[in-house]
């Protein structure tokens, strides 16, 4: 049974960081391809960054530069590396278990996701 954990939010002033982690049990990690969500209140999920199978990432133009999506396959863990935050990085954030298929699509295993607040 796959399990997604994460964890590494808080409260945080504008231009700080954050480190979120995601612990993935079950499965063959080093053959997912993962991605951050985020979705503030009010707003849809949306995908912040992708780390696929094959090492292949992507950002969302907003966190281009400032956030670094990276996998540790040995240990099970991918991670999410926020610097310079913003307030409208505000939002809980969710690891994803993907699909590759010419790109990343979401399948349903999302963890219970981290919260990250940001203030100015």
């Known amino acids: 049974q796959v399990q997604v954990v994460e964890f590494g939010g808080g409260l945080v002033q504008s231009g700080g960081s954050l480190r979120l982690s995601c612990a993935i049990s079950g499965g063959t990690f080093e053959r997912y391809s993962m991605g951050w969500y985020r979705q503030a209140p009010g707003n849809q999920r949306e995908l912040v960054a992708f780390?696929?199978?094959?090492?292949?990432?992507d950002y969302i133009d907003s966190v281009k530069g400032r956030f670094t999506i990276s996998r540790d396959n040995s240990k099970h863990m991918l991670y999410l590396q926020m610097n310079d935050l913003k307030p409208e990085d505000t939002a809980i954030y969710y690891c994803n278990i993907g699909r590759w298929e010419r790109g990343y699509f979401p399948t349903n295993f999302y963890g219970r996701g981290t919260e990250v607040t940001v203030v100015s």
């Open positions: 780390s696929s199978f094959h090492n292949r990432t």
